[in-house]
């Protein structure tokens, strides 16, 4: 049924002739510019220039530096229009470039305004004359002249709209902003978007809008209203409507084929992450990798990889479009890379595996009201790019740890299997919740079936709480934090420096009570935002977090969170230095051939020489940020602590050049061409994992 669907759908566009031709003989794109987030609309970092080859890779140096002055994380891959490299700095202003001098064109955005969010860059559009760059900052989608850098007044109101206006009544005022580049077909932007992930977040949707008004042109529920495929997977009829139940969203971008019109997009879990009594059932569409018509929205087939995420599986990055081969012929497919380290790969056409999954038991959560789904979608292959927790033992504890001994305890009791759900007991997740792949993707050469993918070893802490009820009355501001902050700022308020979550107490000497009324709403980095708070309340927080006395109370304080059970906090794993507290590596990359499922090299990606012993291997590193393909053979990678930006042989995994760059770059480079000169150029933002901020977009070259 699947495949005729698709048939029907291709005749009905004047595309099958062209489809069926193509999985014979696939047309070669052009791969020599860079005008879509990660290089094009395949999402597959991928290059066909060739001036740089792994001959002459260790003579690149710099070529020009930008600074943009807002210093801080830069997530952005720029892209490059002609001689224009765009991007978008640390405070969400929209910047132009000339890629070949590194001098400022434009420059769009509010100049005292310091945003709090992150980016990752911009789309560009075209028809005849008129070229745009859209863009968002918080909630609002912005059309720019491309040349000229001015708002484009026709689009939405005076060059604007708000993404909220896809959206139900119901969730005008709650969180919702896109960190990640719309996907551009004919005159649409479909756009990725971010939303809470605790109790009473926005419904999850999938949103078009035109390039031209910016009126909405259609949207797709994530979460199914009634009539709706997969609304009977949910047991709470009102998931769609809930002021508990959100989310399953796509977040992380998404993927088209131009020739068919199909976009590939992956969504995230449902929240609350972490308690799913409120939404048990499987859940569709959270954790599936949807392909619709990029035209109308509608669903051509769509693949589950997480039945009711209680773990925070959100598939973290655009999904790849490449081509393999299965007894000599060519396939056109999609492939996912997941936080779990698997890499599932589907028929592009049809969303048959071509791989094997099975469905495997898993274990049955203890905690009241929440009905884990039995099992889980595992692929036969390719293996895990990741350690998984059911293999580590107490050997696996870090050889440079101080604590070993309390390390080995947690290793010998915790809860190994895998997919074992959130309880009251202290547990480990591993891959951790940032998970094995992330937002930075892996990168592909789409015609020969081979991706390349940095992963994170880390774990992290999996453990829930019993909802504390303050009896009688209490500040208002008290209650108002133990429901919206507590989880990541402790309820000492001493947060999780090392996670990035940071100690709240004494923040009147390090901000003004409007920067963090601002940050509320706003949200930054990881921390999401809580318009929705009432004025009132909100001024009650401020004065619990400022050490204010307020006479404020309120009574019926189990009100406060309405759910039995929290999430104990986002806590990494790590020895009682503050390193990870199992053996490196602690970041690897590797080459995962996709015709047969097996691994071609894996290494160990980045180092921590602190850490380290002289004669010790490398220890890998955190990295965030995906790499870029090159046809001539060679794997250009930024994205760890140590800040450096690595080329390796691609064949091989030999490492051929590295450069220290002047913060790092949790980023994904781009590769482009201007005046017949080949560059290569990344964002150096640090402040991330609590490495230095930086404020420079770097381009390198080969000397003249």
């Avoid at 990881?526 to 708070?533: A, D, L, R, V, W």
């Avoid at 404020?552 to 790590?574: D, H, I, M, N, W």
């Avoid at 002047?662 to 933002?685: H, N, R, W």
Wanted: a negative charge; proline letters at 7%.
């Amino acid at each position: 049924m699947k495949a005729l669907r698709f048939i029907l759908f291709l005749l009905s566009a004047g595309l099958f002739f062209s489809a069926c031709e193509s999985t014979e003989e696939p047309s070669k794109k052009d791969y020599t510019t860079w005008s879509s987030y990660l290089g094009g609309p395949d999402r597959n970092h991928y290059s066909t220039l060739s001036q740089i080859n792994k001959d002459n890779v260790k003579n690149l140096k710099p070529a020009w530096s930008y600074s943009t002055q807002d210093a801080g994380q830069m997530q952005m891959n720029p892209i490059v229009v002609d001689t224009i490299l765009y991007g978008v700095t640390a405070a969400l202003r929209a910047v132009a470039i000339h890629a070949g001098t590194g001098k400022e064109l434009w420059r769009f955005g509010d100049s005292l305004r310091l945003n709090l969010s992150t980016s990752r860059g911009v789309s560009y559009w075209s028809k005849g004359d008129d070229k745009r760059i859209l863009y968002t900052a918080g909630p609002n989608l912005y059309a720019i002249n491309a040349l000229t850098g001015k708002s484009i007044s026709s689009f939405g109101e005076n060059g604007k709209i708000d993404l909220h206006s896809g959206m139900p009544d119901s969730a005008k005022d709650k969180f919702l902003i896109s960190n990640t580049p719309g996907a551009i077909y004919k005159d649409l932007i479909i756009m990725p978007i971010r939303l809470g992930e605790d109790v009473g977040s926005a419904p999850g949707k999938v949103m078009a809008f035109s390039v031209i008004t910016g009126a909405v042109a259609w949207t797709f529920n994530t979460i199914p209203h009634p009539d709706e495929e997969g609304y009977d997977t949910w047991k709470n009829k009102d998931a769609y409507q809930s002021d508990i139940v959100g989310a399953a969203n796509n977040w992380t971008g998404i993927a088209l084929d131009e020739e068919t019109g199909i976009i590939y997009v992956p969504t995230g879990s449902a929240s609350p992450d972490f308690y799913g009594g409120k939404r048990n059932g499987t859940n569709l569409f959270a954790n599936t990798l949807l392909a619709l018509n990029a035209e109308t929205g509608e669903r051509i087939w769509h693949f589950q990889l997480i039945h009711h995420d209680v773990w925070d599986r959100d598939l973290p990055a655009p999904p790849n479009l490449i081509t393999v081969e299965r007894d000599g012929k060519k396939i056109k497919a999609v492939a996912q890379v997941t936080k779990q380290g698997y890499v599932y790969v589907f028929d592009r056409a049809t969303g048959e595996p071509l791989f094997d999954i099975e469905e495997v038991p898993v274990p049955a959560s203890t905690l009241d009201g929440e009905e884990s789904w039995p099992t889980q979608p595992i692929p036969v292959k390719p293996k895990p790019f990741a350690r998984l927790a059911k293999n580590l033992t107490e050997a696996d504890v870090s050889p440079y740890a101080e604590n070993k001994e309390e390390l080995q305890e947690i290793i010998r009791t915790m809860d190994k299997r895998e997919f074992s759900p959130p309880s009251l007991e202290t547990n480990v997740l591993f891959p951790g919740l940032d998970g094995a792949a992330e937002w930075g993707g892996a990168g592909a050469d789409p015609e020969d079936g081979i991706i390349y993918v940095n992963s994170n070893e880390i774990p992290w802490y999996l453990q829930m709480v019993e909802n504390e009820v303050i009896e009688g009355e209490a500040p208002l501001g008290e209650l108002v934090y133990n429901r919206y902050c507590v989880i990541c700022h402790q309820k000492d308020r001493k947060g999780m420096a090392s996670s990035g979550y940071p100690s709240l107490i004494n923040i009147k000497d390090r901000k003004t009570k409007t920067e963090v009324s601002e940050l509320i709403a706003t949200g930054k980095g990881m921390m999401t935002g809580f318009p929705q708070i009432p004025a009132d309340e909100k001024e009650a927080l401020l004065q619990f977090l400022f050490d204010e006395k307020s006479e404020v109370v309120a009574e019926g304080a189990s009100e406060a969170y309405p759910l039995p059970y929290k999430f104990k906090g986002y806590t990494r794993f790590q020895d009682s230095k503050g390193y990870p507290a199992i053996s490196p590596p602690w970041g690897t990359l590797h080459a995962i051939d996709l015709n047969t499922g097996d691994f071609l090299w894996s290494i160990t990606l980045g180092d921590m020489p602190e850490v380290r012993g002289e004669n010790d291997p490398i220890t890998g590193t955190q990295n965030y940020g995906g790499p870029v393909i090159t046809e001539n053979g060679l794997l250009f990678i930024a994205a760890t602590i140590d800040g450096h930006l690595r080329a390796f042989d691609k064949e091989t995994g030999e490492l051929l050049w590295q450069y220290k760059l002047p913060a790092p770059a949790f980023a994904t480079p781009t590769m482009y061409e201007v005046d017949g000169k080949q560059y290569i150029a990344i964002a150096c933002g640090g402040e991330k994992l609590n490495t230095t901020p930086g404020d420079q977009i770097v381009a390198f070259a080969l000397e003249d």
